[in-house]
Protein backbone atom coordinates (compact mmCIF):
# COMPACT_ATOMS: atom_id res chain seq x y z
CA UNK A 1 0.00 0.00 0.00
CA UNK A 2 1.47 3.24 -1.46
CA UNK A 3 -0.72 5.70 0.66
CA UNK A 4 -4.49 6.61 1.73
CA UNK A 5 -6.60 8.61 -0.71
CA UNK A 6 -8.30 11.46 1.20
CA UNK A 7 -10.58 14.50 0.48
CA UNK A 8 -9.61 17.73 1.69
CA UNK A 9 -12.85 17.48 4.12
CA UNK A 10 -12.19 14.21 4.98
CA UNK A 11 -8.38 15.25 6.08
CA UNK A 12 -9.60 18.78 7.74
CA UNK A 13 -12.04 16.79 9.72
CA UNK A 14 -9.39 14.22 11.08
CA UNK A 15 -6.86 17.10 11.34
CA UNK A 16 -9.59 18.95 13.52
CA UNK A 17 -9.94 15.73 15.70
CA UNK A 18 -6.44 14.61 16.50
CA UNK A 19 -5.84 18.88 17.57
CA UNK A 20 -9.23 18.43 19.68
CA UNK A 21 -8.00 15.34 21.17
CA UNK A 22 -4.66 16.77 21.88
CA UNK A 23 -6.48 19.55 24.33
CA UNK A 24 -6.29 22.52 21.50
CA UNK A 25 -8.81 24.81 22.26
CA UNK A 26 -11.76 24.72 19.02
CA UNK A 27 -10.84 28.12 17.28
CA UNK A 28 -6.79 27.31 17.44
CA UNK A 29 -7.79 23.71 15.87
CA UNK A 30 -9.78 24.60 13.10
CA UNK A 31 -7.25 27.42 12.03
CA UNK A 32 -4.25 25.17 12.64
CA UNK A 33 -6.07 22.21 10.69
CA UNK A 34 -6.71 24.54 7.79
CA UNK A 35 -2.86 25.69 7.20
CA UNK A 36 -2.66 21.93 7.30
CA UNK A 37 -4.58 20.85 4.98
CA UNK A 38 -3.75 24.02 2.54
CA UNK A 39 0.02 22.33 2.86
CA UNK A 40 -1.03 18.91 1.52
CA UNK A 41 -3.50 20.41 -1.18
CA UNK A 42 -0.92 22.24 -2.44
CA UNK A 43 1.65 19.41 -2.58
CA UNK A 44 3.70 21.42 0.55
CA UNK A 45 4.17 17.88 2.23
CA UNK A 46 7.56 18.97 5.12
CA UNK A 47 4.33 21.49 5.99
CA UNK A 48 1.05 19.85 5.11
CA UNK A 49 -0.26 17.16 7.15
CA UNK A 50 3.17 15.76 8.78
CA UNK A 51 2.72 18.96 10.97
CA UNK A 52 -0.29 17.42 12.72
CA UNK A 53 2.82 15.07 14.56
CA UNK A 54 4.79 18.32 15.26
CA UNK A 55 1.78 20.45 16.34
CA UNK A 56 0.96 17.51 18.83
CA UNK A 57 4.16 16.91 20.03
CA UNK A 58 4.35 20.55 21.03
CA UNK A 59 1.23 20.55 22.29
CA UNK A 60 1.83 17.21 24.49
CA UNK A 61 4.98 18.89 25.64
CA UNK A 62 3.36 21.80 27.20
CA UNK A 63 5.72 24.03 25.01
CA UNK A 64 2.18 25.99 23.55
CA UNK A 65 -0.83 27.01 25.22
CA UNK A 66 -3.71 25.54 23.92
CA UNK A 67 -6.37 27.74 25.00
CA UNK A 68 -4.17 30.72 24.29
CA UNK A 69 -6.37 33.89 23.94
CA UNK A 70 -4.86 36.57 21.06
CA UNK A 71 -4.83 40.15 22.23
CA UNK A 72 -4.66 42.70 19.60
CA UNK A 73 -3.44 46.37 19.51
CA UNK A 74 -2.79 49.18 17.97
CA UNK A 75 1.06 50.52 19.45
CA UNK A 76 0.57 53.61 16.26
CA UNK A 77 -1.37 54.29 13.07
CA UNK A 78 -0.30 51.81 10.73
CA UNK A 79 1.03 48.62 13.18
CA UNK A 80 -0.90 46.23 14.77
CA UNK A 81 0.17 43.96 17.23
CA UNK A 82 -1.10 40.49 18.42
CA UNK A 83 0.16 38.79 21.30
CA UNK A 84 -0.77 35.45 20.73
CA UNK A 85 -0.13 34.32 24.72
CA UNK A 86 1.93 31.23 23.59
CA UNK A 87 -0.58 29.61 21.70
CA UNK A 88 0.01 28.76 17.76
CA UNK A 89 0.27 31.61 15.11
CA UNK A 90 -2.69 30.78 13.15
CA UNK A 91 -5.37 32.26 15.47
CA UNK A 92 -3.14 35.49 16.31
CA UNK A 93 -2.97 35.94 12.51
CA UNK A 94 -7.05 35.92 11.64
CA UNK A 95 -7.42 38.24 15.05
CA UNK A 96 -4.36 40.95 13.48
CA UNK A 97 -5.80 40.52 9.52
CA UNK A 98 -8.50 42.81 9.51
CA UNK A 99 -7.02 45.37 11.31
CA UNK A 100 -3.78 45.03 8.90
CA UNK A 101 -6.04 45.01 5.86
CA UNK A 102 -8.17 48.52 6.93
CA UNK A 103 -5.05 50.08 8.39
CA UNK A 104 -3.18 49.25 4.81
CA UNK A 105 -5.71 50.60 2.82
CA UNK A 106 -6.02 54.20 5.41
CA UNK A 107 -2.51 54.22 5.31
CA UNK A 108 -1.30 53.00 1.91
CA UNK A 109 1.09 50.51 4.42
CA UNK A 110 0.95 49.08 7.59
CA UNK A 111 3.15 46.19 9.42
CA UNK A 112 1.09 43.35 11.51
CA UNK A 113 3.46 42.24 14.55
CA UNK A 114 2.70 38.36 16.37
CA UNK A 115 4.24 38.28 19.58
CA UNK A 116 4.61 35.14 21.08
CA UNK A 117 3.73 32.69 19.15
CA UNK A 118 4.38 29.26 18.85
CA UNK A 119 5.35 28.86 14.91
CA UNK A 120 5.54 25.52 12.97
CA UNK A 121 3.77 26.51 9.45
CA UNK A 122 4.29 27.96 5.78
CA UNK A 123 3.72 31.76 4.92
CA UNK A 124 2.34 31.41 1.78
CA UNK A 125 -1.17 31.19 3.25
CA UNK A 126 -0.75 34.17 4.52
CA UNK A 127 0.87 36.65 2.13
CA UNK A 128 -1.62 34.83 -0.39
CA UNK A 129 -4.58 36.15 1.54
CA UNK A 130 -3.30 39.22 1.66
CA UNK A 131 -2.41 39.47 -1.94
CA UNK A 132 -6.32 38.41 -2.81
CA UNK A 133 -7.22 41.46 -0.67
CA UNK A 134 -5.25 43.22 -3.37
CA UNK A 135 -2.04 44.17 -1.22
CA UNK A 136 1.47 43.49 -1.49
CA UNK A 137 2.61 41.61 0.93
CA UNK A 138 5.62 40.57 3.01
CA UNK A 139 6.11 38.00 5.82
CA UNK A 140 9.36 36.92 7.61
CA UNK A 141 9.69 34.69 11.04
CA UNK A 142 12.49 33.59 13.18
CA UNK A 143 12.40 29.73 14.51
CA UNK A 144 14.96 27.89 16.64
CA UNK A 145 19.18 28.35 16.17
CA UNK A 146 19.45 25.42 14.07
CA UNK A 147 21.58 27.06 10.67
CA UNK A 148 25.26 28.07 10.83
CA UNK A 149 26.11 31.28 9.40
CA UNK A 150 28.09 31.22 5.83
CA UNK A 151 31.70 30.81 6.82
CA UNK A 152 31.02 29.04 10.63
CA UNK A 153 29.45 25.63 11.29
CA UNK A 154 27.99 26.73 14.80
CA UNK A 155 23.60 27.42 14.57
CA UNK A 156 22.72 30.94 14.90
CA UNK A 157 20.08 31.89 12.45
CA UNK A 158 16.67 29.54 12.38
CA UNK A 159 14.99 28.73 9.10
CA UNK A 160 13.64 31.68 8.53
CA UNK A 161 11.46 32.03 5.76
CA UNK A 162 10.65 35.51 3.46
CA UNK A 163 7.23 35.23 2.07
CA UNK A 164 6.28 37.50 -0.59
CA UNK A 165 2.60 37.93 -2.63
CA UNK A 166 1.72 40.33 -5.40
CA UNK A 167 -1.81 40.68 -6.82
CA UNK A 168 -2.18 39.78 -10.35
CA UNK A 169 -4.59 41.33 -12.62
CA UNK A 170 -5.97 37.29 -13.67
CA UNK A 171 -5.80 34.59 -11.62
CA UNK A 172 -4.05 33.91 -7.98
CA UNK A 173 -1.51 36.04 -6.85
CA UNK A 174 2.28 35.85 -7.62
CA UNK A 175 4.01 34.37 -4.60
CA UNK A 176 6.70 32.77 -3.45
CA UNK A 177 7.84 31.69 0.11
CA UNK A 178 10.90 29.77 0.79
CA UNK A 179 13.51 29.35 3.84
CA UNK A 180 16.76 30.91 3.72
CA UNK A 181 18.68 27.78 5.36
CA UNK A 182 19.13 25.93 1.99
CA UNK A 183 16.08 23.88 2.67
CA UNK A 184 13.47 24.42 5.18
CA UNK A 185 14.50 21.77 8.26
CA UNK A 186 10.54 20.11 7.79
CA UNK A 187 12.30 18.38 4.05
CA UNK A 188 15.28 17.51 6.19
CA UNK A 189 12.66 15.47 8.50
CA UNK A 190 11.20 13.60 6.07
CA UNK A 191 14.19 12.52 4.28
CA UNK A 192 15.09 11.00 7.46
CA UNK A 193 11.56 9.44 7.92
CA UNK A 194 11.95 7.69 4.38
CA UNK A 195 15.55 6.76 5.01
CA UNK A 196 16.64 8.91 2.57
CA UNK A 197 20.18 10.50 2.10
CA UNK A 198 20.10 14.25 1.32
CA UNK A 199 22.14 16.44 -1.22
CA UNK A 200 25.66 17.00 0.06
CA UNK A 201 25.23 20.89 0.60
CA UNK A 202 22.26 20.78 3.14
CA UNK A 203 24.18 20.63 6.36
CA UNK A 204 26.88 19.93 8.65
CA UNK A 205 27.14 17.06 11.27
CA UNK A 206 28.31 18.14 14.74
CA UNK A 207 31.66 18.13 13.77
CA UNK A 208 30.99 20.88 11.08
CA UNK A 209 31.39 18.28 8.19
CA UNK A 210 29.65 17.91 5.11
CA UNK A 211 27.42 15.15 5.25
CA UNK A 212 24.39 13.88 3.47
CA UNK A 213 22.69 11.86 6.57
CA UNK A 214 19.69 13.97 7.36
CA UNK A 215 20.00 12.45 11.17
CA UNK A 216 23.75 13.93 11.81
CA UNK A 217 22.31 17.13 10.51
CA UNK A 218 19.48 17.90 12.62
CA UNK A 219 21.70 17.08 15.17
CA UNK A 220 24.68 19.32 13.54
CA UNK A 221 23.80 22.46 11.79
CA UNK A 222 22.14 23.13 8.46
CA UNK A 223 23.43 25.61 5.71
CA UNK A 224 21.90 28.70 4.27
CA UNK A 225 21.46 29.21 0.70
CA UNK A 226 23.27 31.24 -1.35
CA UNK A 227 26.36 31.37 1.28
CA UNK A 228 27.01 34.91 2.46
CA UNK A 229 23.77 36.36 0.51
CA UNK A 230 21.36 33.86 2.64
CA UNK A 231 23.10 34.30 5.37
CA UNK A 232 22.43 38.15 5.88
CA UNK A 233 19.10 37.47 4.57
CA UNK A 234 18.94 35.41 7.62
CA UNK A 235 19.90 37.97 9.95
CA UNK A 236 17.44 40.13 8.45
CA UNK A 237 15.07 38.03 9.29
CA UNK A 238 16.10 37.53 12.53
CA UNK A 239 15.80 41.27 13.15
CA UNK A 240 13.18 42.54 11.86
CA UNK A 241 10.65 39.62 13.37
CA UNK A 242 12.98 39.84 16.73
CA UNK A 243 14.40 42.72 18.03
CA UNK A 244 12.29 45.15 15.95
CA UNK A 245 9.15 43.45 17.26
CA UNK A 246 10.48 42.93 21.05
CA UNK A 247 10.81 39.21 20.37
CA UNK A 248 12.87 36.42 20.76
CA UNK A 249 15.83 35.05 18.27
CA UNK A 250 16.25 32.13 16.97
CA UNK A 251 18.86 30.98 19.68
CA UNK A 252 16.92 32.44 22.38
CA UNK A 253 14.07 30.18 21.02
CA UNK A 254 16.00 27.18 21.41
CA UNK A 255 17.07 28.26 24.80
CA UNK A 256 13.77 28.30 26.08
CA UNK A 257 12.54 25.34 24.55
CA UNK A 258 15.26 23.74 26.77
CA UNK A 259 15.35 20.38 24.64
CA UNK A 260 12.06 19.47 24.52
CA UNK A 261 12.07 19.76 20.92
CA UNK A 262 8.76 21.57 20.35
CA UNK A 263 8.40 24.04 17.84
CA UNK A 264 10.00 28.06 17.86
CA UNK A 265 7.91 30.55 19.97
CA UNK A 266 8.89 33.87 18.85
CA UNK A 267 7.60 36.71 16.60
CA UNK A 268 6.65 37.34 12.83
CA UNK A 269 6.30 40.63 10.84
CA UNK A 270 4.02 40.73 7.95
CA UNK A 271 4.26 43.81 6.01
CA UNK A 272 1.07 44.95 3.95
CA UNK A 273 1.64 47.58 1.08
CA UNK A 274 -1.70 49.06 -1.14
CA UNK A 275 -0.44 49.93 -4.29
CA UNK A 276 -2.93 52.70 -4.99
CA UNK A 277 -0.87 54.69 -1.96
CA UNK A 278 1.66 55.32 -4.93
CA UNK A 279 -0.51 55.06 -8.12
CA UNK A 280 -3.74 56.15 -7.60
CA UNK A 281 -5.57 56.34 -10.88
CA UNK A 282 -2.33 54.76 -12.62
CA UNK A 283 -2.29 51.31 -10.53
CA UNK A 284 -3.67 49.56 -13.58
CA UNK A 285 -0.83 50.72 -16.20
CA UNK A 286 1.47 49.83 -13.27
CA UNK A 287 0.20 46.57 -13.29
CA UNK A 288 0.19 45.97 -16.66
CA UNK A 289 4.01 46.25 -16.88
CA UNK A 290 4.23 43.82 -13.93
CA UNK A 291 2.24 41.25 -15.98
CA UNK A 292 4.51 42.19 -18.90
CA UNK A 293 7.88 41.13 -16.49
CA UNK A 294 5.80 37.43 -15.84
CA UNK A 295 4.90 37.04 -19.46
CA UNK A 296 8.78 37.93 -19.97
CA UNK A 297 9.69 34.85 -17.53
CA UNK A 298 6.67 32.28 -18.37
CA UNK A 299 7.20 32.92 -21.80
CA UNK A 300 10.66 31.70 -22.25
CA UNK A 301 9.65 28.42 -20.82
CA UNK A 302 10.46 29.64 -17.09
CA UNK A 303 8.06 29.00 -14.81
CA UNK A 304 7.13 31.52 -11.88
CA UNK A 305 6.80 30.47 -7.58
CA UNK A 306 3.42 28.94 -7.19
CA UNK A 307 3.00 27.85 -10.55
CA UNK A 308 3.07 24.12 -9.21
CA UNK A 309 1.58 25.00 -5.55
CA UNK A 310 -1.82 26.32 -7.53
CA UNK A 311 -1.66 23.07 -10.09
CA UNK A 312 -1.19 20.34 -7.29
CA UNK A 313 -4.05 22.56 -5.68
CA UNK A 314 -6.22 22.01 -9.10
CA UNK A 315 -5.85 18.42 -8.77
CA UNK A 316 -5.99 18.21 -5.04
CA UNK A 317 -9.53 19.59 -4.93
CA UNK A 318 -10.42 17.40 -7.72
CA UNK A 319 -9.02 14.07 -6.85
CA UNK A 320 -8.43 14.65 -2.75
CA UNK A 321 -4.63 13.79 -1.63
CA UNK A 322 -2.67 10.86 -1.28
CA UNK A 323 -1.27 10.42 2.44
CA UNK A 324 1.67 8.13 2.75
CA UNK A 325 0.88 4.86 4.47
CA UNK A 326 3.13 5.42 7.47
CA UNK A 327 2.40 9.23 7.43
CA UNK A 328 -1.21 8.07 8.25
CA UNK A 329 -0.46 5.49 10.76
CA UNK A 330 1.41 7.87 12.50
CA UNK A 331 -1.15 10.39 12.35
CA UNK A 332 -4.12 7.78 13.73
CA UNK A 333 -1.95 6.97 16.64
CA UNK A 334 -1.68 10.41 17.79
CA UNK A 335 -3.78 10.61 21.03
CA UNK A 336 -3.37 6.77 21.80
P1 LIG B 1 11.75 25.62 -1.55
O1 LIG B 1 13.24 25.67 -1.56
O2 LIG B 1 11.07 24.45 -2.13
O3 LIG B 1 11.24 26.97 -2.22
C1 LIG B 1 9.92 27.22 -2.24
C2 LIG B 1 9.58 28.42 -3.09
O4 LIG B 1 10.34 28.46 -4.30
C3 LIG B 1 8.14 28.30 -3.51
O5 LIG B 1 7.59 29.57 -3.63
C4 LIG B 1 8.27 27.54 -4.82
O6 LIG B 1 7.12 27.61 -5.62
C5 LIG B 1 9.46 28.23 -5.44
N1 LIG B 1 10.15 27.39 -6.41
C6 LIG B 1 10.69 26.18 -6.19
N2 LIG B 1 11.26 25.72 -7.33
C7 LIG B 1 11.06 26.66 -8.27
C8 LIG B 1 11.40 26.77 -9.65
N3 LIG B 1 12.05 25.80 -10.29
N4 LIG B 1 11.03 27.88 -10.32
C9 LIG B 1 10.37 28.87 -9.68
N5 LIG B 1 10.02 28.82 -8.38
C10 LIG B 1 10.36 27.74 -7.69
O7 LIG B 1 11.13 25.73 -0.07
P2 LIG B 1 11.81 25.74 1.35
O8 LIG B 1 12.20 24.35 1.68
O9 LIG B 1 12.84 26.79 1.42
O10 LIG B 1 10.56 26.19 2.25
C11 LIG B 1 9.38 25.42 2.26
C12 LIG B 1 8.37 26.01 3.22
O11 LIG B 1 8.85 25.93 4.54
C13 LIG B 1 8.01 27.47 3.01
O12 LIG B 1 6.62 27.53 2.76
C14 LIG B 1 8.34 28.16 4.33
O13 LIG B 1 7.41 29.14 4.78
C15 LIG B 1 8.32 26.98 5.28
N6 LIG B 1 9.18 27.29 6.43
C16 LIG B 1 8.59 27.74 7.58
C17 LIG B 1 9.39 28.08 8.65
C18 LIG B 1 8.83 28.65 9.91
O14 LIG B 1 9.60 29.01 10.78
N7 LIG B 1 7.55 28.80 10.08
C19 LIG B 1 10.85 27.91 8.60
C20 LIG B 1 11.33 27.47 7.32
C21 LIG B 1 10.52 27.16 6.29
P3 LIG B 1 6.19 26.28 -5.71
O15 LIG B 1 5.60 26.12 -4.33
O16 LIG B 1 5.18 26.57 -6.76
O17 LIG B 1 7.10 25.15 -6.07
O1 LIG C 1 10.69 23.46 8.26
O2 LIG C 1 12.33 24.75 8.94
C1 LIG C 1 11.16 24.34 9.01
C2 LIG C 1 10.25 24.95 10.00
C3 LIG C 1 10.57 25.58 11.15
C4 LIG C 1 9.42 25.99 11.74
C5 LIG C 1 8.41 25.61 10.92
N1 LIG C 1 8.95 24.97 9.86
Known amino acids: MTGIRMTLDELRQLARAKLLGAGLAPAHAEAVAETMVAGERDGC ?142 EIELHRRAGKRVPDNWGVDAEGRLTTDPAAILSGAMRTFGGHKGSALAAMVELLAGPLIGDMTSRESIEWDAGRGGSPLGGELIIAIDPKGFLGDLLPEHQARAEAMFGAITGQGARLPSARRYAARRVSLAEGVEIPADLYRDVMALNG
Request: no cysteine; aromatic share 10%.
Open 45 to 186: TSHGIYRLLVAVSSIDKGVVVPDAEPVLSEPARALVRVDGGGGFAQLAFQTGLPMLIEKARTNGIAALALNNVVHFAALWPEVEELAEAGLVALAFTPSHAWVAPSGGAEPVFGTNPIAFGWPRLDGPPFVFDFATSMVARG
